[in-house]
Every structure is written in structure tokens, then in C-alpha cells.
């Protein structure tokens, strides 16, 4: 793809590795490696004639696998329908998406129910758990809906990696917000998906809770090498991420590399000047 490097606009020491949108409105969040999720000149437009609604205006953006990538931007600036279109909950109007080297946005609808199920994992800002389900059927409600045996050991890992092993027989109910969110990730990790997408994950949280789901994020990432792209609106979870990728009008508007909350907050202050 063609991408446009351009040194930071404004004088961020740690944020050297901001990119600009070039003529296609192009970049990517670090230098190129393996790229976990692709959008390609990918346009979303919700309506028709004069209520048409243009979500996503010509996007391209290159998500290296490996990655803790946060996105930001105003209110309806388009960040949930670019995580639905990553995640293959919604399909661009014209454009391409990749999962890895596999197109989305060319799979007829079984095929991409699968790849969902099987390659993508959700957390939503909800935790949308089964009351009625301990942890552990939480956790593996989706492979068992599936016809895939969960192997115990692997589940146990999961389970501990986010440290609710201790909680496996547990219900929802009988878990606090951020323990549940816990299993949410837990449920997202079990099916080794090839990239974690994540709505909002603290935004139901309160600031220390967040906190620690950030670092279980981070953490995920650091240990094994596992992609997350994650929509916030808050500066300080986009904090914990390695690049911080900005839409303004369904469109990019720069990128951060390892940003500090300031800077997040900073350029988020100044998005509508450029
Ligand atoms: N299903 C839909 N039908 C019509 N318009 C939509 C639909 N979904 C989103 N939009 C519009 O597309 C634009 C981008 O919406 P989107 O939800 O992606 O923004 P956002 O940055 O996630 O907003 P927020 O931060 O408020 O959640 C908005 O103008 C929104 O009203």
C-alpha cells in the first residue's frame, strides 16, 4: 500500500512516529511488518440521496500483527464503523478489509460468520455474559456452540492469564464490572483469534478498574504477541497502547506512536484545526 510518512506537526518528543493522511488518506500506526488487519480505500456510507451518511471517506489503514493499536476521534467520527468493518460486522460500501491475508469484504456471509467466530475476538463495553452461565460456559460458549471441544489446559491458561481461574464456577451476577470484563476477555482470548477487537472496554468501568483491564490489554499483547485494536474515548486507556490512530469525519487524521495521555488529549483538542 501506499503509505505517507510525515514528521509530527506538533513538537511531541514521544510521538515521533506520527503519520499524516496522504492523498488516499493513508498510513499506518508503525513501521510495516506483518499486517494483522487491513482496510483499503474502504468507504462506508449509511442512507441514500440526501440522508446518505458517509461514516468512512476513503480509508486505508495498516494494523501490524503483534500490535496494541487504541483509535480516537470525536463523536461520530466514524471509529465504531471502522472497528465494524475490521471486525466483519459491517461490510464497506466499496473497498477492501483484510483478516491476515484473508479478504472480508469479498467472503459470502457463511464464510464470514466462521471467520468471525473462529479468527476474531469481541469485547464490548458490555460484557454481554450469560447470567444463567458460570465463567467457565461463558468462556467457552462459543466453540461449544460450534462443535469445537475446548482443550482444559488451554482453558486454564486463558483463565489464569486474566486472573479469574480462582472464579471459574462463579456466575456473572456474583463478579464485579471489572472481573466480568475479565471473562469477556477471557472469552475473546479462548479461540486464539487472530486479532482481539474491543469497543469501549473500560468505558463501563471505573478508573482503577479500567486500569487494570488496560494492563490485562498490554499485557496480552507483550506476552504473546497478540493484535488488539480498541475504540476509546479516553486519553488515558488510549495511553497504554503502542500507536494511537485518529479519525476526524469518517477520515484519518494522524497517528501517535507510544503517545502520553497529554499528548493523546492534546492532539484530540486540535483535531479540527488541520
Ligand atoms: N446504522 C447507521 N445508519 C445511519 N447512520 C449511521 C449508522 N451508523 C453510524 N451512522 C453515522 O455514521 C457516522 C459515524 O458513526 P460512528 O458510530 O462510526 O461514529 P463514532 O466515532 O463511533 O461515534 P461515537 O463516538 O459517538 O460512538 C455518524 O454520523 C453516524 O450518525
Not at 17 to 41: C, I, K, N
Not at 250 to 262: D, F, I, K, Q, S
Not at 265 to 272: I, K, S, V
Request: hydrophobic share 40%; charged share 20%; aromatic share 6%.
Amino acid at each position: 500500500m501506499t503509505s505517507a510518512w510525515y514528521p509530527a506537526q506538533d513538537a511531541h518528543p514521544a510521538a515521533e512516529a506520527a503519520a499524516y493522511p496522504g492523498s488516499h488518506h493513508d498510513f499506518t500506526t508503525a513501521e510495516p511488518g506483518p499486517a494483522a488487519l487491513r482496510l483499503e480505500s474502504v468507504t462506508k456510507t449509511y442512507g441514500t440521496g440526501t440522508n446518505a451518511v458517509t461514516a468512512l471517506d476513503n480509508v486505508s489503514v495498516t494494523i501490524p500483527r503483534g500490535t496494541f493499536t487504541a483509535v480516537m476521534g470525536p463523536s461520530g467520527s466514524g471509529k465504531s464503523t471502522f472497528l465494524h468493518c475490521l471486525a466483519g460486522l459491517d461490510r464497506p460500501t466499496t473497498g477492501r478489509v483484510y483478516l491476515g491475508d484473508t479478504e472480508l469484504s469479498g467472503l459470502k456471509e457463511a464464510a464470514l460468520t466462521t471467520v468471525r467466530r473462529e479468527r476474531i475476538g469481541y469485547v464490548f463495553q458490555a460484557y454481554n455474559l450469560m447470567a444463567a452461565l458460570s465463567v467457565r460456559q461463558n468462556v467457552t460458549l462459543v466453540p461449544r456452540l460450534a462443535g469445537t471441544r475446548v482443550d482444559e489446559a488451554w482453558l486454564r491458561e486463558v483463565l489464569q492469564r486474566v486472573g479469574m481461574d480462582r472464579f471459574a464456577d462463579r456466575r456473572p451476577t456474583q463478579l464485579s464490572g471489572g472481573q466480568q470484563q475479565r471473562v469477556a476477555i477471557a472469552r475473546a482470548l479462548v479461540t486464539r483469534p487472530d486479532a482481539v477487537l474491543a469497543d469501549e472496554p473500560t468505558g463501563a468501568l471505573d478508573s482503577r478498574t479500567g486500569k487494570e483491564v488496560l494492563r490485562l490489554f498490554r499485557q496480552i499483547v507483550d506476552d504473546t504477541g497478540q493484535t488488539v485494536l480498541m475504540v476509546t474515548h479516553d486519553p488515558v486507556a488510549a495511553s497504554y497502547a503502542d500507536s494511537v490512530v485518529f479519525l476526524a469525519d469518517g477520515r484519518p487524521a494522524g497517528a501517535l506512536h507510544r503517545p502520553t495521555a497529554e499528548q493523546i488529549a492534546d492532539r484530540m483538542t486540535h483535531l479540527g484545526d488541520r
